[in-house]
Each structure stands twice: as structure tokens, then as C-alpha cells.
Nanobody, 121 residues
């Protein structure tokens, strides 16, 4: 199995910055896509940003220009640098990876438990 542990959430004023990190551990043969999703109260979970194993990225329109996703393949980590935060960015942020535990196993989705980001004055 693969375990994901997020860190870096917290409270910040509008216009502030936060850096989220996620470390993957366990029986990992290979990781394909790593990403961050968020879920605000009363809303569906949505993709914030994703990054492939070769570094290709994609971002939700709502965060483009304010958020940067990066990954450290050697450490099985993914980071999310968030700048110019807005109250509407308030949500629980979840780390997600698509990984396989053996070369002959299929790719599976794994989720972290989430970290709360609150943007408020």
C-alpha cells in the first residue's frame, strides 16, 4: 500500500502564501501523476493542480498564475506553492497520487487525509 501525508496547511490572511507538501511512502514501485485536490464546505472535490512523472503540469483556471506545483521524484514528494491567496481558496486540500506497488500491478489512486487551508482576515 501507499500512504500519503500532507503538511503545510493553516490560516493565512488574503494575499498571503502557503506551501503544502505531501510525502508518499510504503510499497512504491512507480508513481505516475501526483496532484492536489481541494474540497470546500458544501462543494465537490476539485482538481487544483497535477504534475506527471516527466514534469508536465496542469492547473485549475481559478488558481492559474497564483499556484505552482512541483515534485521531487527521488523523495516521492509533491509540493504546492500558493500565493496571493483568496478567501475562496479556503478548503481542505488533498494530496493524490497514481501509483503502482509492483511492476505487474495496475495503477491505483491513493489519497491523503487532507490538510485545511483557511484564508480569512
Amino acid at each position: 500500500q501507499v500512504q500519503l501525508v500532507e503538511s503545510g496547511g493553516g490560516s493565512v490572511q488574503p494575499g498571503g502564501s502557503l506551501r503544502l507538501s505531501c510525502a508518499a511512502s510504503g510499497t512504491i514501485f512507480d508513481i505516475n501523476v501526483m496532484g492536489w485536490y481541494r474540497q470546500a464546505t458544501g462543494k465537490q472535490r476539485e482538481l487544483v493542480a497535477g504534475i506527471t512523472s516527466d514534469g508536465a503540469t496542469n492547473y485549475a483556471d481559478s488558481v492559474k498564475g497564483r499556484v505552482t506545483i512541483s515534485r521531487d521524484n527521488g523523495k516521492n514528494m509533491v509540493h504546492l506553492q500558493m500565493n496571493s491567496l483568496k478567501p475562496e481558496d479556503t478548503a481542505v486540500y488533498y494530496c493524490n497520487v497514481v501509483a503502482r506497488t509492483r511492476s505487474y500491478r495496475s495503477w491505483d489512486n491513493y489519497w491523503g487525509k487532507g490538510t485545511l487551508v483557511t484564508v480569512s482576515s
